[in-house]
């Protein structure tokens, strides 16, 4: 039995995408051959890697906005280094909000000067900093807009003239939002868009070519731009299932369409977080993630009675990450309203045994 996966990534994808990347896998479109054994420069990918770089940048409302679309290996985590090695001439501003952003910023301290405007880890992470001041010298600003470990998420960006860069690797697609008043953003494909493998950048043209030092070939955004994500070899089974995943956005009302089922999900986890007195919520409740909710029990002692519950549900991966403890729910867009219901009817007969 299918079972409702909450798991942070490599997360959930919507059912018919996993069946069209099976299906592509044995033979794609009537080619004779399967996706995973066909040149990367055939007519056939070509137009699956040209599909999935404009289906992006339209999803994300950029359309004839000078943005470029790039597919790149590596993660998120070497986008840390890509960012800083691309952009950063004299001094870049980072925000601090969780394990991902220390990661970026320590890779960024490689290139150069960094300077840390603001953090949350004087609370554990658990809100997003706010009402700091940002110097208008610096080449960017960076920020992680969603915190996957610890559930929290920006609902708007800080007011500012400086380039803002950000990591979206756990809430891209998730939502629409102004995506134009960010320079660079990018994100691994395994929480909200597909299988690990693959790392979305989405680059504005005219912060290509920025900085004065030598770039490796490889880590260099107008290489990797110029040669339209086929600089050496891509991912192509990734590339072809985020393609299905965008799709299935685009056939699912757009960033609106998904944006409207997450509050709705969202909503019904947290609601129940708020009201039974056996739980609460981790993240500050102005700054709580759409995408992954974290939450403890008041009393531990009563974990495994918990556990038991929504183990026996059929639910799966609702750990919380280490640095958190509790429960974690990763609620992506592929995850049904009905799979939050299972685990807040749990919650609810919780409730009636402890
Ligand atoms: C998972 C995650 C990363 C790391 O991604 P990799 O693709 O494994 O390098 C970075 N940032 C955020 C916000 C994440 O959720």
Known sequence: MKKHNFSAGPAILPREVIEGAAKAVLELDNTGLSLIEISHRSSEFKAIMEE???????????????????FLQGGASLQFLMTAYNLLENKAGYINSGTWSTKAIKEAKIIGEVIELASSKDQNFNYIPKGFEIPNDIDYLHLTTNNTIFGTQYKSLPDTEVPLVADMS????????????????????????????????IIKESSLNKVNRVIPSMLNYEVQAKAESMFNTPPVFPVYT???????????????????????????????????????GFAHLDDRSNMNATFNLTDDKQAGVFDSLWNQANISGLKGHRSVGGYRASIYNALPIESVQVLVDCMKEFEKKA
């Open 52 to 70: 999935a770089c404009l289906l992006s940048i339209k999803l994300l409302g950029l359309e004839k906005k000078g943005y470029k679309a790039i």
């Open 170 to 201: 756990s809430d891209i697609f998730s939502r629409s939002f102004d995506y134009s008043k960010l320079d660079m953003f990018y994100a691994g494909a395994q929480k909200n868009m597909g299988p690990s493998g693959v790392t979305l950048v």
């Open 242 to 280: 985020v393609l299905l995943n965008l799709r299935w956005i685009s056939n699912n009302g757009g960033l609106e369409g998904v944006e409207a089922q997450n509050d709705k999900k969202a909503a019904l986890i947290y609601n129940e977080i708020d009201r039974n007195p056996l739980f609460e």
